[in-house]
């Protein structure tokens, strides 16, 4: 087993995206969370921010931090190769991370979970302020559930209406960030992967969008109600 001292530590950046994909990827395979955490345009957003900081062995990335700021709240995502976990590497990646936020307030996200990385934040004072559960279903035993009297369906359009029925679906949820409309439909129509044909939008009778739902690959990735039609 080799030891952290034959590493190389670096920065990291656009040209490494198949190095952080395969990364993301071997992190899901053994820790579970969300697939598309291993998709280009969730990779790219969770990492390749404002500063970057990769550990590299025998041509391969073992460890990789990233962190934006800009904001009032510095965020940051890191992952560690599972074969290389247990001998301090997240400790320095958090570190790091902590050292480039400076006076800002450190959020770190993640889109998958081990034990190791939760005792690790749990020491360093970190609190949990916002989880996710993915869930699948067989979709060979589809339950029968009714539709709403005269709701209808119809497929999204990109654009305003669609920015403001998830607004309005989401604002009430525990650290919710607050796009701006032009951010989170632009994030949306850069998406190779964004299912338009399987989206919806949801009318009440006189025509209101009252929910919605975003499909991404074949992943539920977005789904919402206005409150006054929930339940």
Known sequence: MAGTDVL???EFGEEHLPELTRLAEACLAVDGGLPL????PLVRARLLQTRT??????GGLVAAVGVGLGGQTATSTGLVLPDWRARGLGGRLLSWAEEQAGDADLLVTTE???PGADALFAARGFERTFAEWVQRHDLGALPEVARPVDVTAEPVTLGPELFET?????????????PTAEEWLGELGEDDEYRVDLSLIARAPDGVAVGFVNVIDNWVDQVGVVPGWRG
């Not at 900081?53 to 025998?58: I, M, N, P, S, V």
């Not at 998830?166 to 607050?178: E, K, L, M, Q």
């Open 8 to 10: 190389t530590w670096e």
């Open 37 to 40: 955490f291993a998709s280009t």
């Open 53 to 58: 900081l990769g550990a590299w062995h025998d």
């Open 112 to 114: 998958s979970w081990s």
């Open 166 to 178: 998830y607004r309005a679906s989401f604002a009430d949820r525990p650290g919710f960030a607050s």
